[in-house]
C-alpha cells in the first residue's frame, strides 16, 4: 500500500484535504444534531448509550455495596427493589439492546458495504431521536416515583404500583419504534445499497449479523409495544387485560413479554457474534473457517429465537407438553451457538495470533459466552430449572450472556475500530491491564452468583442468611475490580482523543472496506467512488488488491479482464 504522502498528492487526496472528514467537515453543533450523515448519528447514539451505561452501572454497583453484609445498610427494601429495577431497565432498554446496533451498526454497515450512506437517512436521525425520548422519559419516571417492578413489568403487580409504570411503559413503547426503523433502515440498506461485486457471499460477517438483529427488530419488537400499550390502557383506564383483579390475566402477559424478550436476546448478542468474528479473523491473519456456516447460524439463531420464549414459564403452569417442547427446542438453538464458538478456535488454529486489546476481549468473549451458553442450557433443563429458577444462578447467567457476551463484544469492537472513529491510538498496555481487570472482576462477581443459586439463594432480595455471607461479599468485591476496569477504559480512551497518536489508515491489516481510506477517519461521504468488489472478505493476502479496487489505482499484478477502476457511482 501506498504512503499517505503519496495518496495526499494525488488530486483525489487533494480533494479529500481540502473536503475535510466526517468529523471536520462542519463543526457547528446543529450540524450534528441534525446530521444526515450515519457516522455522526453513530456517534450521538455512542455518546447516548455512554450515558446509559454509566448510570446503569452505578446502579449495579449500589445494589451489589447493599448485598455485601446481611441485613438492611443503606438500602431500604423499597429503595433496593428500586435500585435494581432501574439497573435492569436502564441497562436492557436503554443500553444493551441499542448499543451495538445504534452505535457500531449505523458507523460501519455503509462502510462495510461499500455505500454512501444508509438506505433512508432521514429515518435513521428520526429513530436515534425516538431513542433519546425514550431515555428521557425513563429519567423522568426515575424523578417522578418509585419503579420496583424489576426490568419486566410483571403484572399483577405492575398493573397495581406506582404511576411512575406509565412513564416507563411510554418509554419502552417510544424506544421499541427506534428498533423497528433501524432494523428496517438495515435491512433495505443490505439488500439494495451493496457495492458491484458485493455478493451474499463477500458480505463481512458483522454485516451478516446486523442483518439478522435487524429481523429479529422487525419481527419481536411490534409485540413488545403492543404488550406495554395494553399494560399503559390497563392502568389508564382500567380496563381487565393482565390484572386478575379486573377480569385479566398476568400469565398472558408474560407470553406476551417473553415472545418478544428472549428473541431481544438475540438483539443484544448477535451484533457480538459479528464483532468476534471481525477480531478473531483480522488478529489472526486468517480467513474465517466456515464462512457461511457462521453467517447463516446468526440467521438460524434469529429465527430459532422466536420459538423458544416459553422455557421462561416452566413453573408458571403451562401444560407438561408445552414445556417439553420448549426445552427440546432450547437444546437445538445451541446447535448455531456452538457452530460459531468451534468456527472460531478453527480459524485460531495456526493463525498469526497478536494478541492486541481487541483480540483480549475477543478471547474473553469466547471463554464467557461459553460459560453462558452451558448455564442457558442448563436451565432449559425441565428437572434443573425447578430448582433453579428465581434464583442468582439465573442471574448469573443471564450477566454471563449480557455483559461477558455483549459487553465485552462491544468492548472489543470498540477498541478494534477506536483509530478508524477517532483517528487516535490508545495505550495498549493501559488497555490490556483493563482488559484483565474487567475479565477477572466479571467471572469473580458472576460465577459466585452461579455457585450461590445453585445452592438455592433466591434473586432480587436484599437480605439473605449469613451462610452466604462471604459469596456475597466475592460478588461485590468482583463487581468493583470490574468497576475499575471499565473506569480505566474510559479514561485511557478520552486522554487518546487529546493526547493519542496518530493512526494510520490500518492499523490493525484489516481486510474489510472500511480499512481502504486514504485516512483514519473516512470523509462525509465515506467513498469517493463506489468501490467494485471482486472477493470475498479476510482475504489478508490481497489487501492491496482491495485498497486499489478502492481508490482507482491499478492493483499489483492485476490482470486484464478485472476492471477495478470503473467509474461505478
Given at each position: 500500500m501506498t504512503e499517505d504522502k503519496d495518496r495526499n498528492e494525488t488530486p483525489q487526496g487533494q480533494a479529500a484535504e481540502e473536503r475535510g472528514d466526517y468529523v471536520t467537515h462542519a463543526k457547528s453543533i446543529g450540524s450534528w444534531l441534525f446530521s444526515l450523515d450515519h457516522k455522526r448519528i453513530g456517534m450521538l447514539y455512542a455518546v447516548t448509550v455512554a450515558i446509559a451505561f454509566l448510570l446503569g452501572g452505578v446502579f449495579a454497583l449500589l445494589v451489589r455495596a447493599e448485598l455485601l453484609s446481611p441485613g438492611e445498610d443503606f438500602l431500604s427494601a423499597q429503595s433496593y427493589n428500586q435500585m435494581f429495577s432501574l439497573h435492569g431497565i436502564v441497562m436492557v432498554f436503554g443500553f444493551i439492546i441499542p448499543a451495538i446496533p445504534g452505535f457500531l451498526g449505523n458507523f460501519l454497515l455503509p462502510l462495510h458495504l461499500g455505500a454512501k450512506d444508509v438506505a433512508f437517512p432521514r429515518l435513521n436521525l428520526a429513530s436515534y431521536y425516538l431513542y433519546l425520548l425514550g431515555v428521557a422519559l425513563i429519567l423522568v419516571a426515575m424523578v417522578a416515583g418509585s419503579v420496583d417492578t424489576g426490568w419486566t413489568f410483571y403484572t399483577p403487580y405492575s398493573a397495581r404500583t406506582g404511576p411512575s409504570v406509565l412513564f416507563l411503559t411510554m418509554a419502552v413503547f417510544i424506544a421499541g419504534f427506534a428498533s423497528i426503523f433501524t432494523g428496517i433502515n438495515f435491512i433495505v440498506t443490505v439488500h439494495k445499497m451493496r457495492a458491484p461485486g458485493m455478493t451474499w457471499n463477500r458480505l463481512p460477517l458483522f454485516v451478516w449479523s446486523i442483518y439478522s438483529t435487524s429481523i429479529v427488530q422487525v419481527l419481536a419488537t411490534p409485540v413488545l409495544g403492543i404488550t406495554v400499550l395494553l399494560l399503559f390502557l390497563e392502568r389508564l383506564l382500567h380496563i381487565g387485560i393482565f390484572d386478575p383483579a379486573l377480569g385479566g390475566d398476568p400469565i398472558l402477559f408474560q407470553h406476551f413479554f417473553w415472545f418478544y424478550s428472549h428473541p431481544a436476546v438475540y438483539i443484544m448478542i448477535l451484533p457480538g457474534f459479528g464483532i468476534v468474528s471481525e477480531l478473531i479473523a483480522t488478529f489472526s491473519r486468517q480467513r474465517i473457517y466456515g464462512y457461511m456456516a457462521i453467517a447463516l447460524s446468526s440467521v438460524a439463531i434469529a429465527l430459532l429465537g422466536f420459538l423458544v420464549w416459553g422455557h421462561h414459564m416452566f413453573v408458571a403452569g403451562q401444560s407438561v407438553v408445552s414445556s417439553v417442547i420448549f426445552s427440546l427446542i432450547t437444546y437445538l438453538i445451541g446447535i448455531p451457538s456452538g457452530i460459531k464458538v468451534f468456527n472460531w478456535i478453527a480459524t485460531m488454529y495456526k493463525?498469526?495470533?497478536?494478541?492486541?486489546?481487541?483480540?483480549?476481549?475477543?478471547?474473553?468473549?469466547?471463554?464467557?459466552?461459553?460459560?453462558?451458553?452451558?448455564?442457558?442450557?442448563?436451565?432449559?433443563?425441565?428437572?434443573?430449572?425447578?430448582?433453579?429458577?428465581?434464583?442468582?444462578?439465573?442471574?448469573?447467567?443471564?450477566?454471563?450472556?449480557?455483559?461477558?457476551?455483549?459487553?465485552?463484544?462491544?468492548?472489543?469492537?470498540?477498541?478494534?475500530?477506536?483509530?478508524?472513529?477517532?483517528?487516535?491510538?490508545?495505550?495498549?498496555?493501559?488497555?490490556?491491564?483493563?482488559?484483565?481487570?474487567?475479565?477477572?472482576?466479571?467471572?469473580?462477581?458472576?460465577?459466585?452468583?452461579?455457585?450461590?443459586?445453585?445452592?438455592?439463594?433466591?434473586?432480587?432480595?436484599?437480605?439473605?442468611?449469613?451462610?452466604?455471607?462471604?459469596?456475597?461479599?466475592?460478588?461485590?468485591?468482583?463487581?468493583?475490580?470490574?468497576?475499575?476496569?471499565?473506569?480505566?477504559?474510559?479514561?485511557?480512551?478520552?486522554?487518546?482523543?487529546?493526547?493519542?497518536?496518530?493512526?494510520?489508515?490500518?492499523?490493525?491489516?484489516?481486510?474489510?472496506?472500511?480499512?481502504?481510506?486514504?485516512?483514519?477517519?473516512?470523509?462525509?461521504?465515506?467513498?469517493?467512488?463506489?468501490?467494485?468488489?471482486?472477493?470475498?472478505?479476510?482475504?489478508?493476502?490481497?489487501?492491496?488488491?482491495?485498497?486499489a479496487a478502492h481508490r482507482d489505482e491499478p492493483p499489483p499484478d492485476a490482470q486484464p479482464d478485472v476492471h477495478l477502476n470503473q467509474d461505478r457511482t
Open positions: 493463525g498469526s495470533i497478536s494478541f492486541k486489546t481487541p483480540m483480549l476481549y475477543a478471547l474473553s468473549f469466547l471463554v464467557l459466552f461459553t460459560i453462558g451458553g452451558v448455564t442457558g442450557i442448563m436451565v432449559g433443563v425441565l428437572a434443573v430449572d425447578v430448582h433453579l429458577h428465581d434464583t442468582y444462578y439465573v442471574v448469573g447467567h443471564f450477566h454471563y450472556v449480557m455483559v461477558g457476551g455483549t459487553t465485552i463484544a462491544l468492548l472489543g469492537g470498540l477498541h478494534y475500530w477506536w483509530p478508524k472513529i477517532t483517528g487516535r491510538l490508545y495505550s495498549e498496555a493501559a488497555g490490556r491491564l483493563a482488559a484483565l481487570l474487567v475479565f477477572v472482576g466479571l467471572n469473580l462477581t458472576f460465577f459466585t452468583q452461579l455457585v450461590m443459586g445453585s445452592r438455592g439463594m433466591p434473586r432480587r432480595y436484599n437480605d439473605y442468611l449469613p451462610e452466604f455471607t462471604f459469596l456475597h461479599q466475592l460478588s461485590t468485591v468482583g463487581s468493583w475490580i470490574m468497576g475499575a476496569g471499565l473506569f480505566l477504559v474510559a479514561i485511557y480512551l478520552l486522554v487518546s482523543l487529546f493526547r493519542g497518536k496518530k493512526a494510520g489508515a490500518n492499523p490493525w491489516g484489516g481486510a474489510t472496506l472500511e480499512w481502504t481510506h486514504t485516512g483514519p477517519r473516512p470523509d462525509p461521504h465515506n467513498f469517493h467512488r463506489t468501490p467494485f468488489v471482486t472477493r470475498g472478505p479476510y482475504e489478508f493476502d490481497r489487501i492491496p488488491e482491495l485498497v
